[in-house]
């Protein structure tokens, strides 16, 4: 083969190349002015095509998770947008980072569409994947926990809460709701003194949100009213009459201690 053909062969290749570019650009170009435009379904055929041709493309990540939105968030089908993690957790089992993410991404959409057991599936995979966090361990405990309380499995939901309020890791305020959780679920056992118990802790801590203040003291009224400690349940409610996010409910609660 002389020199010129050669030449010739390069440039060919270099302009096809730069040919599959230009549409692969164009095409994603077109499938993000299509999303913004919200004509979601153009927007999902291209990028569904984008995926299809471009097996090692720089922009698949992407491209996968505004596949899960458009799915799960704008069209809210979650058992569709459940089969695209899937989709993704097979492709992305070899990076761990990407892997956690999708799995996390899982185990919300699970809470969010109220199936528990599958949510509890999901977190407790992200718990014993390959270098997992420890605030991917709190975020996992914490969600365990609730799909274990929402399922009625008050036992395990409290070995899960305990789990997280035991981890040393540097976000406070996870903390404190993980330990009213934890409250909640023993009361929900009947163990009123455990629940009493983690309940003060959590109100001796610094800077807790009014809000969850204001339900830790609910909380902590309940259980004193179930001990027949109606005098202590009726100062909590009276310290967060204006504070708890319902006041009619604690003015009911009042109403009926001081009869």
């Not at 095509?49 to 799915?71: M, P, Q």
């Not at 983690?198 to 902590?220: C, D, H, I, S």
Request: net charge negative.
């Amino acid at each position: 083969m002389n020199r010129s053909v050669l030449l010739l062969l390069v440039m060919v290749i270099i302009l096809i190349s730069g040919c599959m570019q230009s549409e692969t650009e164009d095409e994603l170009s077109r499938a993000r002015k299509a999303f913004i435009n919200k004509e979601y379904t153009e927007a999902e055929r291209f990028y569904q095509r984008y995926l299809r041709d471009n097996d090692d493309g720089a922009e698949r990540w992407k491209v996968w998770n505004r596949l899960v939105e458009i799915t799960g968030t704008v069209r809210g089908n979650k058992n569709r947008a459940i089969e695209l993690l899937d989709a993704m957790l097979l492709e992305y089992s070899g990076d761990s980072a990407r892997y956690r993410q999708i799995l996390i991404s899982k185990g919300n959409m699970f809470i969010e569409s109220g199936l528990w057991s599958e949510a509890t599936i999901a977190w407790s995979q992200l718990l014993s994947a390959p270098e997992v966090t420890i605030d991917e361990e709190a975020t996992a405990y914490a969600n365990l926990g609730k799909a274990y309380l929402m399922r009625g499995d008050y036992g395990l939901a409290v070995d899960a809460f305990k789990d997280c309020r035991e981890l040393e890791y540097d976000n406070p305020e996870h903390k404190q709701y993980c330990i009213y959780d934890l409250s909640q679920a023993y009361a929900y056992l009947g163990n009123y003194i455990e629940a009493e118990q983690n309940l003060n802790n959590l109100l001796q801590y610094e800077g807790v949100e009014v809000t969850l203040m204001a339900r830790a003291k609910l909380l902590l009224a309940d259980i004193y009213e179930q001990q027949e400690k109606p005098r202590k349940a009726i100062t909590l409610l009276q310290e967060i009459r204006d504070t708890y996010p319902n006041p009619r409910v604690v003015e009911f609660r009042l109403k009926n201690l001081q009869k």
